[in-house]
C-alpha cells in the first residue's frame, strides 16, 4: 500500500469545512425553508439554528475523534472505531457511491445554472446546455484533483473567501433595507408574518419539511475528514478546522438569511427562489449587479464542487487501504504525486456521472425518479443516523474525557441526528401535518439505494485486516 503526503495545512482543513457547505444550499434552499416555515421569519430562523446546532454538536464530536485516530478516511475510521470493519467498509462505499456523488452532481448543476445567469440566460436546471456545462465541471475537477492536488487545496481556499462575498454584502444592505427600498422592508418587518392574502395560501407551516431542507445546506462539512491522512498534524489541525469551521458556518447562515429577508421581504424571498441573492443585488446595481452576484454563486458552487471532489476521488482508495473493495491492488495504488489514486479517481466520477444523470430523471419527472428530488437531503438524514454509533461509543469508553465531551455534546448530537432523521424519513412530517409525500420520496430512495449498495457486498473481503500504522 502506498503513503500519501502530507500536504495540507490548518487553513486547507478550515477551507474544506466552510467552502464545502458553503456553496449553493444556503442559496437556493432559502426561500423553501422560510415556504415550509408558513412565511414566518421566526420559524425558519428555528429550523436554521437546530439544523445548525446539529452540524456544531457533531463537528465538535468528530474533533475529539479526530484527536485519537489519523488514518485514511477520518469518517469511516471513526464510525469503524466504533462499530466494526465490516460497517467501516459499507459506509465507505455509501460515501463513495452515494454521498459524494450526490452532493457534487447536483453542485455542478447549480454551478451552471448560475453561469448562464451572467449572460442573462435563464435555462433549466436539466437542461441539455446546463448538464454538459455540469459535466464539464465534473470533469475538469476531477482532473485537476489527480494532476494537482496542491492546485485544488489552493483553489478551494480562495474559492472559500470568494463565495463570503455575497453573504457578506447582503449582510450589509439588510442593515439599510429600509433606506434603499423602502420603510415596508428592514429586519423588523421581515420578522413579520405574511399572513393570509390569497397569493399566498400555499404558505403552510411544515416545521419538518423546513428542518429536511436545512440538512443539505448545512451538509458537507464531515467531508473535511476525507484528507485526514494528508493534513499536517492532523490531531490538531482537523479538530481546529472542525470546530472552527462549523461555528462560522451557523453565524454566517444566520446573518445572511435575516438579511435576505430585510432586503426583500418574506414574499419576495420564497417567491425568488434560487434568484433571491441575485434579485438583491439587482435592486442595488441593475443587471450589472444581478450578474456579478452571479459570478459569485458560479464560484461558491464551483468552490463545494471541487471540495466534494477531492472526497470522492479518496473514496475507493480508502477502501483498498483495507484491503476492501474492487481490486485493492489497483486501487490503492497512487499516481506519480504520491497524492491519489487514478483508478479511484476514475471510479469516483463515474458515480458522480451517473448521478448527474439521475437528477435528470429526477427533476424531469421520469417515472419514479421523481420521487428522488430530495434525494440529497435524504442521504443525509441516513448519514446521521450512522454517527449515532459514533457518540455512543464516546460515551462508552472516552473516560479520559471530562463529562461535556464525554456525555453532554454526544447526547445533544444523537437527539439531533434523531430529530434529522425522522425529518429525513418524513415521518415527522407524517405526525404533524399528515403529509405523506416526504414518507414515499423515502421509501422509493430506499429501493434505489438498496439496489446501488447490493454489489458492495460482493467485494467485502473478509479475511483481509486493516494495516495498523497510522498514515
Same mark, same amino acid.
Given at each position: 500500500?502506498?503513503?500519501?503526503?502530507?500536504?495540507?495545512?490548518?487553513?486547507?482543513?478550515?477551507?474544506?469545512?466552510?467552502?464545502?457547505?458553503?456553496?449553493?444550499? *444556503?442559496?437556493?434552499?432559502?426561500?423553501?425553508?422560510?415556504?415550509?416555515?408558513?412565511?414566518?421569519?421566526?420559524?425558519?430562523?428555528?429550523?436554521?439554528?437546530?439544523?445548525?446546532?446539529?452540524?456544531?454538536?457533531?463537528?465538535?464530536?468528530?474533533?475529539?475523534?479526530?484527536?485519537?485516530?489519523?488514518?485514511?478516511?477520518?469518517?469511516?475510521?471513526?464510525?469503524? +472505531?466504533?462499530?466494526?470493519?465490516?460497517?467501516?467498509?459499507?459506509?465507505?462505499?455509501?460515501?463513495?457511491?452515494?454521498?459524494?456523488?450526490?452532493?457534487?452532481?447536483?453542485?455542478? &448543476?447549480?454551478?451552471?445554472?448560475?453561469?448562464?445567469?451572467?449572460?442573462?440566460?435563464?435555462?433549466?436546471?436539466?437542461?441539455?446546455?446546463? *448538464?454538459?456545462?455540469?459535466? =464539464?465541471?465534473?470533469?475538469?475537477?476531477?482532473?485537476?484533483?489527480?494532476?494537482?492536488?496542491?492546485?485544488?487545496?489552493?483553489?478551494?481556499?480562495?474559492?472559500?473567501?470568494?463565495?463570503?462575498?455575497?453573504?457578506?454584502?447582503?449582510?450589509?444592505?439588510?442593515?439599510?433595507?429600509?433606506?434603499?427600498?423602502?420603510?415596508?422592508?428592514?429586519?423588523?418587518?421581515?420578522?413579520?408574518?405574511?399572513?393570509?392574502?390569497?397569493?399566498?395560501?400555499?404558505?403552510? &407551516?411544515?416545521?419538518?419539511?423546513?428542518?429536511?431542507?436545512?440538512? /443539505?445546506?448545512? #451538509?458537507?462539512?464531515? =467531508?473535511?475528514?476525507?484528507?485526514?491522512?494528508?493534513?499536517? #498534524?492532523?490531531?490538531?489541525?482537523?479538530?481546529?478546522?472542525?470546530?472552527?469551521?462549523?461555528?462560522?458556518?451557523? *453565524?454566517?447562515?444566520?446573518?445572511?438569511?435575516?438579511?435576505?429577508?430585510?432586503?426583500?421581504?418574506?414574499?419576495?424571498?420564497?417567491?425568488?427562489?434560487?434568484?433571491?441573492?441575485?434579485?438583491?443585488?439587482?435592486?442595488?446595481?441593475?443587471?450589472?449587479?444581478?450578474?456579478?452576484?452571479?459570478?459569485?454563486?458560479?464560484?461558491?458552487?464551483?468552490?463545494?464542487?471541487?471540495?466534494?471532489?477531492?472526497? =470522492?476521488?479518496?473514496?475507493?482508495?480508502?477502501?483498498?487501504?483495507?484491503?476492501?473493495?474492487?481490486?485493492?491492488?489497483?486501487?490503492?495504488?497512487?499516481?506519480?504525486?504520491?497524492?491519489?489514486?487514478?483508478?479511484?479517481?476514475?471510479?469516483?466520477?463515474?458515480?458522480?456521472?451517473?448521478?448527474?444523470?439521475?437528477?435528470?430523471?429526477?427533476?424531469?419527472?421520469?417515472?419514479?425518479?421523481?420521487?428522488?428530488?430530495?434525494?440529497? #437531503?435524504?442521504?443525509?438524514?441516513?448519514?446521521?443516523?450512522?454517527?449515532?454509533?459514533?457518540?455512543?461509543?464516546?460515551?462508552?469508553?472516552?473516560?479520559?474525557?471530562? *463529562?461535556?465531551?464525554?456525555?453532554?455534546?454526544?447526547?445533544?448530537?444523537?437527539?439531533?441526528?434523531?430529530?434529522?432523521?425522522?425529518?429525513?424519513?418524513?415521518?415527522?412530517?407524517?405526525?404533524?401535518?399528515?403529509?405523506? #409525500?416526504? +414518507?414515499?420520496?423515502?421509501?422509493?430512495?430506499?429501493?434505489?439505494?438498496?439496489?446501488?449498495? &447490493?454489489?458492495?457486498?460482493? /467485494?467485502?473481503?473478509?479475511?483481509?485486516?486493516?494495516?495498523?500504522?497510522?498514515?
Amino acid at each position: 500500500m502506498d503513503k500519501v503526503k502530507k500536504q495540507y495545512g490548518l487553513w486547507t482543513g478550515i477551507a474544506m469545512v466552510v467552502g464545502i457547505v458553503i456553496g449553493s444550499g *444556503v442559496f437556493f434552499k432559502a426561500g423553501g425553508v422560510l415556504q415550509s416555515s408558513g412565511g414566518d421569519l421566526k420559524f425558519a430562523l428555528l429550523a436554521w439554528l437546530i439544523g445548525g446546532l446539529i452540524m456544531i454538536t457533531s463537528g465538535f464530536c468528530f474533533a475529539i475523534f479526530a484527536t485519537k485516530i489519523t488514518k485514511f478516511n477520518g469518517v469511516v475510521d471513526y464510525v469503524e +472505531l466504533a462499530t466494526n470493519k465490516k460497517i467501516g467498509y459499507f459506509l465507505a462505499w455509501l460515501m463513495t457511491t452515494f454521498y459524494y456523488p450526490i452532493i457534487a452532481s447536483i453542485v455542478s &448543476l447549480f454551478s451552471g445554472q448560475y453561469f448562464f445567469k451572467m449572460f442573462g440566460l435563464d435555462v433549466g436546471l436539466v437542461s441539455w446546455q446546463n *448538464v454538459i456545462f455540469a459535466s =464539464c465541471v465534473l470533469t475538469a475537477s476531477v482532473i485537476l484533483n489527480y494532476l494537482s492536488p496542491i492546485i485544488s487545496a489552493k483553489f478551494q481556499v480562495s474559492s472559500t473567501i470568494i463565495k463570503l462575498i455575497p453573504i457578506l454584502i447582503v449582510a450589509v444592505v439588510g442593515l439599510f433595507a429600509s433606506i434603499i427600498v423602502g420603510s415596508d422592508y428592514g429586519i423588523i418587518n421581515a420578522f413579520k408574518v405574511i399572513g393570509v392574502k390569497p397569493d399566498n395560501s400555499n404558505y403552510v &407551516l411544515n416545521f419538518g419539511e423546513a428542518v429536511k431542507k436545512t440538512a /443539505f445546506a448545512y #451538509e458537507g462539512w464531515v =467531508c473535511a475528514t476525507s484528507i485526514n491522512a494528508e493534513l499536517k #498534524e492532523s490531531h490538531k489541525n482537523l479538530p481546529r478546522a472542525l470546530v472552527f469551521g462549523t461555528v462560522a458556518i451557523l *453565524v454566517f447562515y444566520l446573518i445572511y438569511f435575516i438579511s435576505l429577508s430585510a432586503f426583500l421581504g418574506n414574499t419576495g424571498t420564497i417567491n425568488s427562489g434560487n434568484n433571491a441573492p441575485i434579485d438583491v443585488f439587482e435592486k442595488i446595481m441593475g443587471k450589472f449587479g444581478g450578474a456579478l452576484f452571479a459570478f459569485f454563486l458560479m464560484v461558491s458552487c464551483l468552490g463545494t464542487v471541487n471540495g466534494v471532489t477531492i472526497s =470522492c476521488c479518496r473514496g475507493m482508495y480508502t477502501m483498498s487501504c483495507r484491503g476492501q473493495g474492487i481490486a485493492p491492488e489497483k486501487f490503492s495504488k497512487l499516481g506519480k504525486n504520491q497524492s491519489v489514486s487514478l483508478y479511484s479517481c476514475i471510479y469516483g466520477y463515474i458515480c458522480i456521472l451517473f448521478m448527474l444523470m439521475v437528477w435528470c430523471l429526477a427533476i424531469n419527472g421520469v417515472w419514479l425518479f421523481k420521487y428522488l428530488g430530495s434525494m440529497d #437531503e435524504i442521504i443525509c438524514a441516513i448519514i446521521y443516523l450512522v454517527y449515532i454509533t459514533m457518540y455512543i461509543y464516546m460515551m462508552k469508553n472516552f473516560k479520559d474525557q471530562n *463529562v461535556l465531551r464525554r456525555f453532554i455534546f454526544p447526547a445533544l448530537a444523537i437527539i439531533g441526528s434523531i430529530f434529522f432523521t425522522i425529518c429525513g424519513t418524513g415521518i415527522f412530517q407524517l405526525i404533524t401535518t399528515g403529509e405523506v #409525500e416526504s +414518507l414515499k420520496a423515502f421509501g422509493v430512495f430506499m429501493i434505489f439505494f438498496v439496489l446501488l449498495m &447490493l454489489p458492495s457486498i460482493f /467485494f467485502y473481503k473478509k479475511e483481509k485486516e486493516m494495516p495498523e500504522e497510522s498514515l
